[in-house]
């Protein structure tokens, strides 16, 4: 058995290599990773590898041969496909795994995040919609050990931080938000896009298109005169009529 | 042949079992329920069951495996998946079946539905558009019926509830719905969604449908300035162009 | 071989009763023909027949079983599924064969007529806009006998006339707006949609995606506050920026 | 082994003929090429021949067959199918092969194109957005020799040439471009949609989506009074707020 086979060829659709190529297809139609944009790394738990997508690729005819994998541990290549060079996220995917124990990171060029950078100051800040429950608080249970989702009544604050030349110099900026927002899973890059991580690569698409949902719906309320943090019955005091026309 | 087998496997695409999960993909393709949100249940009226997806899944990923199936006349559950909870949403599915003689229900995170619940107070209203004509006018012919559909010159008029903390509580509001619209097909939860019920889940299916493209007709009626139940051959007075207009 | 073999079972895709189905399930996801709404119909010209989609069914899931078949020498029924009712667009459709010589005809509930049809009063036009050359100018080459394509210079305009509680109501309007519009190949119906017809189901394809994509830039251009018709090197004195905020 | 058989016929999806189909189909659903509207060619750099989509036809149902195949050396077309006409662009995509040694173009009917051309003037300008980073500069490392892509700190600029009555007649106003904007891979044409050219057709297309996105978001930042091209930091001056703002 050659070492491709061991580590990227799996009949199974939720192998990290197979997963990184599904969902980098899907996630391309969904607009959040045109033009080579955007990437998607996933644990291992079982082997303790890390398995990343390649930088430049066109992420909807990604293939398992694509991917780079790295060992947990050592955080050297296992393999290394010869045509391309690692993602230049790598650094931030790995300050995720470290720092917040993440099972996966996606990260995406979605539309919705610029335009909430461009509205928005430091923070995207959004309160009292459903979806938002799809979100962890970052607090725990204290008897069932499980996390605890945010509730409808919450309001769900993802730092922004600034866009550098390079994609690995944001990893100071990245650091710093894990110490002033520790519950957040999720930050996004002005004018470029954003980062979420979760404990397995299912929470964290989960919490990707929720976080997406939201920001969407926020730029509608923003442009329809609505603050998307107001209080609950305060919409209508601020809601402008003929607004788009 | 196993209880399995019996409830949830069948080559038959109309199927509850299986048309439940078509849908959930279709509707994911919709933005009606990514992030897990939003759900659907289907009664078999041949066995008196009723079949429910789980909460917390995804659905454009869900399988028969992962669906509950409830006795109608027990209330008892016939299957529950362990890795899943019953959908919060079970005991407002059950008020639809029990109250409105459903046939099936389905419930999404709609946008339309969200952003129009911000725009209106507790009605939402459309009035003259050919769409309206696949709702149901909740009258019935005397001579066929047949239940009689709402014509070009109605306004659909679907109330529009506060949101809760937990699904369950929208119980009380939803009862007291069916009180003051006894003909409505639909209501629609402040900043939270829309729930959808009919006799059959093809006729939900369309009344759905119906209702979403009537929602986002709304809110494009409302940007430009026209009142979306205003008379036909008034909308020139409202329209606004551009914003020096 | 049964009546049904010879009317709607063939394995070309080119097939009428093949093709009314797979643009019907292409159309839904336009957005065109959910919620039941819209419809088309094609004339086989080799045996005369009109096939024509039914009244109520679900578009995507339309199959060859579904179809009505009629003479289009007798009118009368060749095929009538016992499970719906004949389209109530038939007498439309009927006279687009009768009086326009046409080969199909395709009708949408499409938000962009809907919309257009809100936007402007008896008559949509759009001028200056390259996908205005996919359209008949009504002319033809002396020479060659060629229809002739509108040029880059041209107003494409279409009728609006109003929409009636049943849609065989129509019937008069349409046929004023052949006598007035002797050379347009579709009608808008306000508050409603829009019928297209042309010499194949391929051309009129074609018409309707080409009229479609032009009332979705006009809404744009409306939008930002430049007519639709203006003067090329016009658009800027119309120009509003910041419209949409 | 037939002429066909040497030029159109191949199990691999890469080659010229195959992914002109395919990539069609892609950019129809996109919106880019309906109504038998834009084209792609691609050079076969191994046998020096060129592969062109014809005029007129439908682009999500093209397959190799409908292709015109010419020799790049002597500009004689090697098939031609007898169905259609060759693209009126035919003379630009030369254009591109010869003066700017393009591998690939693409042209699309792109709404964001169209629309980008109403808005700017005689040039397309955006800055600071990290998909920026997926375009060439122009620049060329003098080290490896491999092309520079621009930093997210520039500003992409396209320019935007008048739309004529036939293609063709685009020649001249494309040459000049090529004068002056010696750097650029594409030209937006006036009310008509945009040109994409590059060395391969991988990096065409992903030029092209890159770009479109671009275009896309310029339009978002205009509408909320922000200029794509402002300074970081800048947007908030800009941004207006519904329409009381």
């Known amino acids: 058995m050659s070492l ?3 580590l990227i060829r799996s ?3 939720h192998h990290p290599a197979n997963l990184i190529c599904t969902l980098c297809k899907q996630f391309f139609h969904n607009n959040w990773c045109t033009g080579t944009g955007g990437g998607i790394s996933i644990k291992d738990s079982e082997t303790n590898r890390y ?3 390649p930088s430049g690729v066109q992420k909807e005819q990604m293939t398992p041969d694509d991917l780079f994998v ?8 296992l393999r290394a496909p010869e045509l391309y060079r690692p993602s230049a996220c790598t650094p931030l ?26 509205i928005f ?8 919609i459903e979806q938002i429950k799809a979100l962890p608080s970052g607090e725990v249970d204290p008897v069932t050990g499980k996390p605890i989702a945010l509730s409808f009544f ?7 931080i600034e866009n550098m030349a390079h994609e690995d110099e944001l990893i100071d900026d990245l650091h710093k938000t894990f110490a002033e927002y520790p519950d957040t899973c999720a930050v996004i890059v002005r004018r470029h896009g954003i980062f979420v991580w979760g404990p397995t690569i299912d929470k964290v698409k989960i919490f990707n298109e929720a976080i997406d949902y939201l920001m969407e719906l926020a730029i509608k309320m923003y442009k329809m005169g ?15 009529r003929g607004t788009d026309a």
């Open 93 to 118: 995917f790995l300050a995720c795994y470290q720092k917040k124990d993440a099972g996966a990171i996606i990260h995406t060029h979605s539309q919705n995040a610029v335009m909430c950078s461009l």
């Open 70 to 77: 790295m060992d947990a541990q050592t955080l050297e290549y």
């Open 121 to 128: 100051g430091d923070e995207f800040r959004i309160a009292n």
């Open 4 to 6: 491709d086979d061991v």
């Open 154 to 160: 919450d309001t769900l604050k993802i730092p922004i």
């Open 51 to 53: 398995y990343l997508a």
């Open 226 to 240: 609505i603050p998307p943090d107001c209080g609950i019955g305060e919409e209508k005091k601020h809601l402008v």
């Open 11 to 13: 009949d199974d659709p």
